[in-house]
């Protein structure tokens, strides 16, 4: 039997929105916008570097910095191979983390091919490597040790801690929290997240025992109001960074026992896990957690993702099955 001739598709579901050519693919055929003319790379990128700071693009802001160290005297139109792979060996720095290296490397490679489109500059993008991603750190604390390691810290320690675990904080934001941040009335907390986003979460009870009785008007944090008390007395509080409280965290470790090598961020960790737990809703932990993208919540979960039953294929199925019966009906 003859094939019936299908009507051709619509090309506006095959249109995709693609920018305008900045510079022919010849490499070296088009001169650089007037406004970067004469320019070395030091001048154009510092410009750039004030727009990021205002976007808050740390990692553009720091590929940047390491591309002006490496050849910052440089006009775009004259960069070497080997200034490239400065710059690369500087952003892979050992002292660096490995998500950080990747993040630094990415926007390196945007930064020279924004110079190859815009300055006129060599294609050196294909240069810079791409680090694969570090697989997301899955130790968390059961409830029997985080009884132990609170019962067995200061009550300074274990405010930090319960923001951490409670409300799945981040241990440099829970140090700031103050009575600027605390709304009484509400019960809430309010805070800026890593995205510089704004996130208010319902205070816990253990967390309001705590702060009920501290000073909600000084802009000292509470976690350094109740240090004071305890005798942690000698600089400001805005002096202080979490080493004091990281060190404090360690020792709660060891005196409760606990063999397991534990971090203050692993509580944060432990909050998330337990809330997919009880919900088995990721949006819900994505809330808890502030992300802006849901992949970065499912690397937080990946390993208490849901397994997969027979009887739920066999569900997904039955809808299908039944339009087919009628179809052939």
């Not at 240069?127 to 009884?147: C, D």
Request: glycine letters at 4%; proline letters at 6%.
């Amino acid at each position: 039997m003859a094939r019936q001739n299908r009507q051709a598709p619509s090309p506006f579901l095959y249109i995709r929105a693609r920018r305008p050519a900045a510079r022919s693919r010849h490499e070296g055929t088009r001169k650089p916008k007037k406004e970067g003319a004469g320019k070395n790379i030091a001048q154009i990128l510092s410009a750039e570097i004030a727009h990021w700071e205002s976007k808050h693009a740390s990692a553009n802001i720091q590929a940047a910095k390491r591309l002006i160290a490496a050849a910052g005297s440089e006009k775009p139109q004259r960069l070497t191979a080997g200034e490239i792979l400065e710059a690369v060996h500087k952003c892979e720095e050992k002292t660096l983390a490995h998500s950080t290296k990747a993040a630094y490397l990415q926007a390196l490679r945007q930064i020279l091919l924004w110079l190859w489109e815009f300055h006129a500059a060599p294609r050196y993008d294909r240069l810079v490597p791409h680090l694969t991603p570090a697989r997301a750190r899955n130790i968390t604390a059961t409830h029997g040790q985080l009884e132990a390691i609170i019962a067995a810290a200061k009550p300074s320690l274990q405010l930090w801690i319960h923001l951490c675990s409670d409300m799945a904080m981040r241990a440099g934001t829970a140090i700031k929290i103050s009575g600027a941040h605390y709304d009484p009335e509400q019960n809430t907390i309010a805070f800026v997240t890593k995205g510089r986003a704004t996130q208010i979460l319902p205070v816990t009870e253990q967390i309001a025992a705590i702060i009920k009785p501290l000073d909600h008007a000084s802009p000292v944090p509470y976690v350094w109001q109740i240090r004071a008390n305890e005798g942690d007395k000698g600089r400001p509080a805005t002096q202080y960074g979490p080493e004091p409280l990281r060190t404090a965290f360690r020792k709660a470790l060891k005196e409760a026992g606990v063999t397991k090598r534990i971090v203050p961020h692993d509580l944060r960790r432990t909050a998330a896990r337990n809330l997919y737990l009880l919900t088995k809703d990721l949006r819900l932990v994505q809330a808890l957690l502030g992300h802006s993208d849901l992949a970065t919540t499912v690397r937080y979960m990946e390993q208490d993702l849901a397994e997969i039953h027979l009887h739920q294929l066999e569900t997904i199925k039955k809808p299908f099955i039944a339009w087919r019966k009628e179809k052939s009906a």
